[in-house]
């Protein structure tokens, strides 16, 4: 005995599905679990790992697939890849409270954790454990938001977390050769961008060892290469300036 399944219809499960209403009517594409905060942070680039089928659906649990001319009049073109990326791009994704809640916790902890990565106490330049960096983002109150990265959300966290704790950015240390002609005009130019100077050796070059904000790396970069004509060297010696042992917070 054959049972018959209408051509309009596809079975999925263990799906995660993004909704979107558009031009009166619903649609919904079936994704792969986890992969659409991927997607969205930019961590997946590979649309047929987020997919499960290329199909729009008007409804994925009951497997009822779109019409070619409903998706023409709601997204102008009948593209579905070009469609299902729209979609995910703004689409509301479908998860249950428990999942909600599970998801942003793992959120919370891996912005805690690249808080701490990044970051320690000025004064004693000890970095703190993610459990503290955890506590006082809850004392601040600090929500996650399901459509911003980690990344982001931690750099948000930085700058929140100056109001309550001592904390900043690790400084990184770097290694400047400039050429003897460009080097006191560049010294100049790039002393704003320096937290500190360590050390500064003035010979047959300009050599000096000094802290800087890693946020203002790309800018020394650019300004040592284009001031030289590429015959100046910046060198990173470390990516943090930290000291041994954890920050506490008593």
């Known amino acids: 005995m054959s049972i018959f399944t209408p051509t309009n219809q596809i079975r999925l499960t263990n799906v995660a599905v993004v909704r979107m209403k558009k031009g009166g009517k619903r649609f919904e594409i079936a994704c792969y679990k986890n ?3 991927s997607w969205r942070s930019g961590a997946e680039k590979d649309l047929d790992e987020v997919l499960q089928t290329s199909s729009v659906f008007n409804n994925v649990s009951k497997g009822q697939v779109a019409k070619k001319d409903d998706l023409s009049k709601a997204f102008g073109t009948d593209d579905l890849t070009e469609i299902c990326k729209q979609i995910l791009a703004k689409g509301e994704l479908q ?16 912005i805690a954790t690249i808080v701490a990565e990044k970051c320690v106490n000025p004064e004693t330049k000890r970095p703190y454990t993610v459990n503290l960096i955890e506590r006082a983002m809850k004392d601040i109150h600090y929500s996650v938001k399901a459509n911003k990265s980690t990344k982001q959300q931690a750099l948000e966290v930085i700058r929140q977390l100056k109001d309550s704790i001592e904390i900043q950015r ?6 400047l050769v400039l050429p003897v002609k460009d080097g006191k005009r560049l010294k100049e ?3 704003p961008l320096l937290k500190v100077v360590e050390s500064e050796d003035f010979d047959d070059q300009l050599e000096m060892v000094c802290l800087v904000d890693p946020g203002c790396f790309r800018e020394i970069d650019e300004l040592i290469r284009c001031e030289t004509k ?6 990173v010696l470390s990516l943090k300036d930290v000291e041994e042992g954890d920050e506490r917070l008593e």
Not at 95 to 105: C, H
Not at 230 to 235: A, D, I, R, T, V
């Open 170 to 175: 690790a400084h990184m240390r770097l290694r």
């Open 230 to 235: 590429g015959k100046g060297s910046l060198e």
């Open 189 to 191: 130019k790039l002393k």
């Open 35 to 37: 992969k659409v905060m």
């Open 95 to 110: 998860v249950s409270d428990k999942e909600r809640q599970s998801q942003l916790e793992t959120s919370f902890r891996d």
